[in-house]
C-alpha cells in the first residue's frame, strides 16, 4: 500500500503527542491513531512499524523539543540566572506536554542509537550550565544529577497531583531551585577554602 499523500511521520507524531497529552500515553494506539488522522490502520506502517516504534518515535520527538527548550533558557544566562530559567522551563515543558512527557520516561535508552544521542544532548546542556561553578569534574556530575532529580521529581508529583495543598507551585519551584543553589555556593565556597589551604 502506497503512503497517503499527506501523511508523514510529522504529522503522525504531531497528532500521537496530541492524543497522549490529552488522554494519557494509554491512549495512543494505532487504531485510534488512525481514527483521530482519518486513515486505516496500515496506512500507518509505511511510516512506522508498530506501536513500540512510534513510542521510541514520540521519545525522540519530545527530547528535540525539551533540548530546544532547554537550549534557548540558558542562551545569554550564566549560574543561578541560567538554573533557574532551564528549570523552569524543564517543568513548563512537561505541564505543557505531560503524555508526551511520559513516552520519553518510557522509552528504553538503548532501544535507539539516535534516541540515545538526543537524550543524551539534554545533558550535555546542563553540564555546560553546571559547569561554569568551576566544583570540579566529578562533582559537576553529581550537581547535575541533582539538578535533574529535583526538576523530574517537582514535574512528575505536579503531573500526578500529589501537591495538594493550595500553595502556588512556581513559588515552590523556585524555592527548592534556590535551595539547590545555595547548596552549590556552599560546596565551591568549601572547595575554594580546600584549595587556598
Given at each position: ?51 513500540q ?10 527530547y ?44 528504553p ?32 556530575l ?10 523530574h ?29 545555595a ?5 565551591n ?9
Open positions: 500500500m502506497s503512503p497517503r499523500p499527506g501523511l508523514d511521520l510529522q504529522t503522525i507524531l504531531k497528532t500521537a503527542t496530541k492524543l497522549a497529552d490529552t488522554n494519557g500515553l494509554e491512549a495512543v494506539t494505532l487504531a485510534t491513531l488512525a481514527k483521530t488522522l482519518q486513515v486505516k490502520s496500515p496506512s500507518l506502517y509505511n511510516h512506522v512499524k508498530g506501536l516504534v512510534l513510542k521510541i518515535e514520540m521519545a525522540k520527538y519530545g528535540r523539543q525539551l533540548n530546544d527548550q532547554l537550549a534557548e533558557a540558558a542562551i545569554g544566562r550564566s549560574q543561578d540566572a541560567a538554573v533557574h530559567h532551564l528549570g523552569k522551563r524543564y517543568v513548563s515543558f512537561v505541564r505543557s506536554h505531560p503524555g508526551l512527557y511520559e513516552a520519553m520516561l518510557r522509552a535508552r538503548a532501544a535507539d542509537e539516535e534516541l540515545e544521542a538526543i537524550q543524551s544532548r539534554s545533558i550535555q546542556i546542563v553540564l555546560q550550565v553546571m559547569n561554569e561553578y568551576k566544583l570540579g569534574e566529578e562533582e559537576t553529581h550537581a547535575v544529577r541533582g539538578l535533574r532529580s529535583i526538576l521529581g517537582f514535574a512528575s508529583l505536579e503531573q500526578n497531583g500529589e501537591f495538594g495543598l493550595p500553595l502556588k507551585l512556581d513559588i515552590s519551584l523556585e524555592l527548592a531551585l534556590n535551595a539547590y543553589l547548596g552549590i555556593k556552599a560546596l565556597d568549601i572547595n575554594s577554602s580546600l584549595s587556598g589551604s
